[in-house]
């Protein structure tokens, strides 16, 4: 029996990328909206912990009805170092960093922060993970970034209405808190990679999710004031986690698996403009400028040099290698997770891992138990 490749279950299609990929866009931007409305009224934790509570009820009931899911459940939550480190970076520390910061200086300057997050974790995967570089690629990155900032200080003023508006020490404050949450969310996508990859998402996210609800819930009860939440906006924290949060997860995930972390996070850079004109739309904030629009141009084109370009094309050096060693290598059809490397390194074929979700273009270390 022929085992079929690894990749073709996975890719499933063309348009399965762009489809995943807009759909994340627009929830995230949905949710964005929805935030920065809910935390004008409620203590930041608690959405953070209302949300991600809710999301891992979804995620959970939504594993418990596919053996798949339920397999993978049990895999994940055998790894208890890594599903806590997760928890921690991407659940912990981004929602309370960046809902608290949108408490400050609000949803649209937040998501503007959030949107280096192909930046930070550009520059965490080279520096960390070994990424390969370029001139193309750090151009892309300055260029990125740049045009964010400069869309913060151009249009700062028309897109403050949602937050607080205390001056220079708020902004500092927020800023930070935003941006130490981005940097967690940015580490979190090469650790989940690293760590779960041969874990569908899935199954890993409900291990991981829950420990995540167990932090913010536990930190909630302890130093927020929860009386004074009303029910309707707690049902808007279940809306937030239910509808926007936990499919933003899956598909968020999936697309890490399929594209890698610096892919998925480059999207990330469209969601501040949506939520800037849903803000304009739902009358909160003015309409955005020339200057404006022309930065949300340039970050686009530093994005496309970041994550965009040619793919590189597999290397003809296996054609002249003895034939020797073939009984070393991985049948056809399957993935080379664990075959001898060359010199120069491992093949494509290699380097990818053993699970058909975790195929990914970018090279990551094989994954060690944490």
């Given at each position: ?12 299609g063309r348009l399965a990328v762009p489809a995943l990929a807009v759909c ?347």
């Open positions: 029996m022929v085992t079929p490749p690894v990749s073709g279950g996975r890719e499933g994340m866009v627009l929830l995230l931007a949905a949710g964005w909206l929805l935030s920065g409305h809910l935390v004008a009224g409620v203590p930041p934790l608690a959405v953070a912990a209302g949300r991600t509570g809710t999301a891992f009820f979804v995620i959970m009931l939504i594993a418990a009805l596919t053996p798949r899911g339920r397999t993978g459940v049990r895999t994940a939550a055998a790894r208890p170092r890594a599903v806590l480190v997760l928890a921690f970076l991407g659940f912990f520390a981004y929602y309370s960093g960046t809902l608290l910061g949108t408490r400050y200086v609000g949803a649209s300057r937040v998501g503007l922060i959030v949107s280096l997050l192909p930046c930070i974790t550009f520059v965490i995967g080279v520096f960390a993970f070994r990424e390969p570089s370029s001139r193309r690629k750090a151009l892309g990155t300055a260029l990125a970034g740049s045009g964010a900032v400069g869309f913060l200080l151009a249009d700062g003023a028309a897109a403050g209405a949602s937050g607080s508006g205390g001056g220079a020490a708020a902004l500092l404050s927020g800023g930070g808190l935003a941006f130490g949450g981005t940097f967690a969310y940015a580490l979190y996508g090469y650790v989940y990679r690293q760590r779960m990859s041969d874990v569908p998402a899935l199954a890993a996210l409900p291990a991981v999710t829950g420990a995540g609800t167990l932090m913010l819930g536990l930190t909630a009860l302890l130093f927020v004031p929860l009386g004074g939440v009303s029910a309707a906006d707690w049902g808007g924290v279940a809306v937030l986690g239910a509808v926007l949060t936990a499919p933003v997860f899956l598909i968020s995930h999936e697309l890490i698996l399929r594209k890698g972390p610096l892919f998925t996070s480059a999207l990330g850079l469209a969601v501040p403009f949506l939520v800037r004109l849903g803000e304009w739309g739902l009358g909160s904030a003015a309409a955005p400028g020339a200057l404006p629009v022309l930065l949300i141009a340039a970050s686009a084109a530093g994005v496309w040099l970041t994550v965009g370009g040619p793919r590189a094309r597999p290397s003809a050096a296996p054609a002249a290698a003895p034939a020797a060693p073939s009984r070393l290598a991985a049948p056809a059809g399957r993935s080379g997770f664990g075959a001898p490397t060359g010199p120069a390194g491992p093949s494509p074929a290699a380097d990818r891992p053993a699970h058909p979700s975790s195929a990914t273009p970018e090279a990551l270390p094989p994954r060690k138990p944490l």
